[in-house]
DNA sequence: GAGTGCCTGTCCGTATAATGGACAGAATAT
DNA sequence: ATATTCTGTCCATTATACGGACAGGCACTC
């Protein structure tokens, strides 16, 4: 298999330590200790943001002392922050830090930003930019406005692909293959939610090639109803973004998401295309392409 | 304007592959893979989102073939993404998701975004929340409005702490020990621009502490003049924070920043800190502390 | 206060896994 | 056609990561 090209080349599911063992198995050029060194980052989330190494160990399923010498790593490197009292970890600073160029090269965000405001004050609800990284969708940007329920959504936040109007309208953006080849991995990721979600989840992907958005009505979080526009798809780097806005149930009347909020996404979603168009240099004149044989 | 700014190095107070390879050398308990695999993350910035295997050598100092094999790797895991007609990579979204849980431990940023944004359409500027990391603030939070110039704040960046508003302000939060250390670590890193500062830094620090902020007349960047609050110190994770407004200069009036702003960026940080007592879980109780033995 | 359980951090012989010089193929430049 | 520079890849060497096992601190219980 050729070494650089990653194996998948389109989408990568969620690794998982089991998944991260697996892999290396019967890959020679798969450099084990950074991967699991990333599987000890990851390993921490919103609940659990302070972890000791034993903890650490447990979720990940490496051994202690070599989870001590990966903390040790990356505390030394400014990833990980070491609580002296508590004996536990937690994120540093420099995790942020690495991800800066990802949001800089999104230039658009920053057009986007005031429109999404607009719209989420005039709603009285969420509206976020979500982007497509394996089966869920994580968010790029997000604006709210009002005291909008239990999920705020945050820069970074992951959310299923398949029970989220997000994850179907960026689902609505890829090509067939993709398209298919993204199926399958949700499929192995939890069979469980995919046989619960599927039919609505090809049904949303339809209503975007119809109508421009789709609808969920409570799936991810019950007392949320939402709607999404596809973005787009940018070809070269396999990114796919997807717009959406929430509503805590409550708010809303029968048939507003359909009626008002659904066009007024699509709309949003139109307006920031047009302004990527004329304000994003990454998306149409790249760097002379290297043209490769195809085997 | 903005085109010819890059070539000035933009301070990069990283470990740089020498000094992970220095640092290696004595450590026994010291994953030197996981850290170079680190190393080469860091290596992509805004201005360098795309980067093949040689080029990522040549910044990092880390031969070819070793640099395959963990480009390789980062990809499987998502963290980077593989152009194949370029024979590039990028930074993906995995990376942005790593953050997540540290920005989702900072539930006073959810409180104080509407203030700022508030703050910066009054002033037509930006008005951002910082985090003390190393010699670097990081930005955690950022609002902005109009044309603010060519700095453009975003979560993630990184700005020097001795030649910026924010960076003193955040300096003046900590305990003498802690800003006496950090003194020298900006000393060692960057000799040239500690000198230059010094004075400035110091007379910011005392500024604070004097009326609550500081300011500063384009030093980091010539077109923009800024004011600075310190918001809080959490002890226990040593997480120092501040919040800055920067405008543009020409836009602002003689005396505007020491006479209005800085008052209103002071009575801002005092808001801030007032919701965060009394609605961050974080800061005062915690898990029961594992007393230490002080050896 | 001794006993027990748990969780720290650390050691060190083993063998695995990372290393990087060297090579071959492809695309562009001369 | 030749030279140049990039790409991806191989493989013997050796350094490096591994993880079972140990010792000590803390907080319970009895």
Known sequence: MPLSAPRKPTFIPSPSAEAVLAESAGDAAFATTLAKGLVVLEAFDAQASMLGNMELSARTGIPRPTVARLTHTLAELGYLRYDQDLAKYCLGARALRMAHPLLA???????????????????????????????????????????????VPDIGMPIPVVSTAMGRAAAATLPAADSALLERQIKTDNAEAWSTHRDKYRAGIQQCADRGFCTCYGEYMPSIHAVAAPLFHARHLKQSFAINCGIPAFRLQPGQLEAEIGPRITALAVSIRSLVNEAEPTIAPREQPRKKVVK
Request: glycine share 12%; no cysteine; proline share 4%.
């Open 105 to 151: 090269g999104m230039q658009f965000r920053q057009v986007a930003r005031p429109l999404m405001q607009e719209l989420a004050e005039s709603v009285r609800g969420t509206v976020s930019i979500g982007l497509l990284d394996g089966t869920a969708m994580v968010y790029v940007e997000s604006a709210r406005s009002g005291n909008v329920g239990p999920h």
